[in-house]
């Protein structure tokens, strides 16, 4: 891989985006309409707000339809069932004109259980160390798709909201959007990240021998296999020839075999037309699609429907699902699948707290391709108030540490690989390795001091209190090395980690008989994002006060004063009563603080 080729390709692209945010896009090739996938109406209402702001500052281009289409109420549908969704709203809405339009499909719907500093507000929110305004996850997609519009005939492009994919396309190279069926891209990786995704089996007369000089290339899959094992791959002739393997492994360390895997795709409205005659003739849809497997596998002259059995990649398998994916392959069996081979390109994705710290923190060939900054729109305050260029305590290794869009003391400690992102940090706060902090405002005084455990998440959510309809504050905290999402049934609760206790340990520590006592009496199931771990508070600094006393306590195997007088909510609860207004508010707060120390 070039990496050079691919940082030069992507800074124009960033370039080009950054001098159409807060224009009308005029004759610029760009999308006409930009739709955003929600979990629900209580997302939808948060994604929409967040683009009227961004709109209003000026940090998004003009000219262009912005949507967000939430989920039926009822079943989960997956991102298949989202897409099939957003193609009947958009058909309802806008009828014929549809079929003139190019559409990027952002899917952003969940909660982001790995990564909950994105839960609250969405991962096509997540900061990116970008720009002024700083940019987010959607002004980064929008920039990194800018070469695919004038490629494009009318029709849809999908992706997910929590990947990267980093490429060069030299503007001779022979591809495009315009085929009928669906075009998708392709990534050279090694088979070991082909075992966690969606691979292509290229046409033989199509085959890469050697070794090819183009960038970018056009080509034929027979079948697209999804999370194949290794084994299946290699008799499936997905594996690229010897030597073309070692020309994409190049200046690396890895010595294992390339296949090309998946990211993001397009189909034309006519496809599109089928998907939404299938939906109408089966909604509601009882059961979870996937936009990649269940889409996709049916294409190409090889493909076989022995899939539609299997029901790994869903949270429940219901009855229908068998049924309702057979019919899919049977509707979109024959369709041709083009591929785009992008030879010199990267795929990142960011959706889990690791991936995040080792993106922002440790990668220096995605911080290059992406020209990151180590802080941006960030002021370090001595202590009087004057703007400084670095922290006197920072990490030795200050290029692994990150911030973004925050007021932080000159003397605050800031540790190695790790995040600080809309957060306000006092002098003498000490915030250990490998943690994130978001949206929170950190202070010690001579009476409590401010000392965050290496490997700490914490994330502070403005709610509002059901019983009172108060604001109150609640600060999220775990080690990231928690498992967030493990689920066990209520009798086993006590096994859950937190911090790496026993919640048997944690329960007595927070004062309660049992660890069921941390869930809701009616609870199915168990996991730490459904736990009542966290206090709140009356306002920020004093909430993140206590979720650090109270890790404190759980260390030193101490009881946590307060017991039953104190108010603890889930992750879970937090999703319900969200005041996302509030938490808007406090990051124009800090950038008003930023902005006068700055200038």
């Given at each position: 891989?070039?990496?050079?080729?691919?940082?030069?390709?992507?800074?124009?692209?960033?370039?080009?985006?950054?001098?159409?945010?807060?224009?009308?896009?005029?004759?610029?090739?760009?999308?006409?309409?930009?739709?955003?996938?929600?979990?629900?109406?209580?997302?939808?209402?948060?994604?929409?707000?967040?683009?009227?702001?961004?709109?209003?500052?000026?940090?998004?281009?003009?000219?262009?339809?912005?949507?967000?289409?939430?989920?039926?109420?009822?079943?989960?549908?997956?991102?298949?069932?989202?897409?099939?969704?957003?193609?009947?709203?958009?058909?309802?809405?806008?009828?014929?004109?549809?079929?003139?339009?190019?559409?990027?499909?952002?899917?952003?719907?969940?909660?982001?259980?790995?990564?909950?500093?994105?839960?609250?507000?969405?991962?096509?929110?997540?900061?990116?160390?970008?720009?002024?305004?700083?940019?987010?996850?959607?002004?980064?997609?929008?920039?990194?798709?800018?070469?695919?519009?004038?490629?494009?005939?009318?029709?849809?492009?999908?992706?997910?909201?929590?990947?990267?994919?980093?490429?060069?396309?030299?503007?001779?190279?022979?591809?495009?959007?315009?085929?009928?069926?669906?075009?998708?891209?392709?990534?050279?990786?090694?088979?070991?990240?082909?075992?966690?995704?969606?691979?292509?089996?290229?046409?033989?007369?199509d085959k890469v021998d050697g070794v090819t000089n183009n960038s970018v290339e056009m080509r034929e899959c027979v079948q697209f296999i999804h999370k194949p094992t290794v084994e299946e791959m290699r008799a499936k002739g997905a594996i690229l020839p010897q030597e073309a393997s070692k020309l994409f492994l190049q200046n690396t360390n890895n010595t294992e075999p390339i296949v090309y895997t998946d990211s993001a795709f397009y189909f034309d409205h006519q496809t599109g037309n089928k998907l939404l005659d299938f939906y109408k003739k089966n909604k509601p849809l009882n059961c979870e699609l996937e936009a990649y497997g269940d889409f996709l596998r049916p294409l190409g002259p090889n493909a076989t429907d022995e899939y539609v059995n299997i029901a790994a990649n869903v949270c429940e398998a219901t009855a229908e699902l068998a049924p309702t994916k057979t019919k899919l392959f049977e509707l979109l069996k024959g369709l041709p699948l083009h591929v785009v081979l992008l030879n010199n390109s990267r795929f990142h994705h960011l959706g889990t707290t690791a991936e995040y710290l080792d993106h922002l923190c440790c990668n220096t060939a995605f911080q290059s391709e992406l020209g990151l900054s180590p802080k941006v729109l960030t002021a370090i305050l001595d202590k009087e108030n004057k703007a400084l260029d670095k922290l006197s305590k920072l990490s030795q290794d200050c290029d692994e540490v990150c911030l973004m869009h925050s007021v932080v003391s000159s003397d605050a400690t800031i540790g190695r690989r790790s995040v600080v992102e809309y957060s306000d940090v006092g002098p003498n706060v000490n915030v250990g390795a490998s943690c994130i902090i978001s949206n929170c405002v950190l202070e010690a005084n001579t009476i409590v001091s401010c000392v965050v455990p290496d490997y700490s998440f914490m994330h502070t959510v403005t709610v509002v209190e059901r019983e009172t309809k108060a604001l109150r504050y609640v600060t999220i905290i775990f080690d990231i090395r928690d498992d967030m999402k493990k689920t066990v049934a209520p009798k086993d609760a006590g096994k859950l980690r937190y911090y790496g206790m026993s919640l048997d340990d944690v329960a007595k520590c927070l004062q309660k008989p049992t660890p069921q006592q941390l869930f809701p009496s009616n609870a199915q199931s168990c996991s730490v994002w459904n736990a009542k771990l966290f206090p709140l508070s009356d306002d920020m600094a004093s909430s993140a006060s206590v979720a650090i006393e109270m890790v404190r306590a759980l260390h030193a195997g101490k009881e946590f004063p307060g017991g039953d007088d104190i108010t603890r909510v889930s992750m879970a609860d937090v999703m319900k009563v969200r005041d996302t207004a509030g938490m808007l508010q406090f990051r124009d707060g800090l950038l008003e603080k930023i902005s006068t120390a700055l200038n």
């Open positions: 891989m070039d990496a050079n080729k691919v940082a030069g390709a992507t800074k124009e692209r960033l370039q080009r985006l950054e001098q159409l945010r807060g224009k009308p896009i005029g004759s610029v090739p760009f999308w006409d309409v930009v739709v955003i996938t929600a979990l629900d109406s209580q997302q939808k209402q948060v994604y929409e707000l967040q683009i009227t702001k961004k709109l209003q500052g000026g940090e998004l281009p003009l000219g262009v339809k912005y949507l967000v289409f939430a989920d039926p109420s009822g079943a989960k549908i997956g991102c298949g069932g989202s897409t099939l969704e957003v193609l009947y709203q958009l058909r309802k809405q806008y009828g014929k004109e549809l079929d003139n339009w190019k559409v990027l499909l952002i899917h952003a719907g969940g909660y982001s259980q790995r990564l909950p500093s994105a839960s609250v507000l969405g991962k096509v929110f997540m900061a990116t160390p970008i720009g002024s305004p700083m940019w987010q996850m959607l002004e980064l997609k929008l920039a990194l798709y800018m070469d695919f519009p004038q490629r494009m005939k009318p029709g849809v492009f999908l992706c997910s909201s929590d990947t990267v994919e980093t490429f060069e396309c030299p503007p001779h190279a022979n591809w495009s959007f315009s085929q009928d069926g669906f075009t998708a891209l392709a990534h050279p990786s090694p088979v070991s990240i082909g075992t966690g995704h969606g691979v292509f089996i290229l046409d033989q007369s």
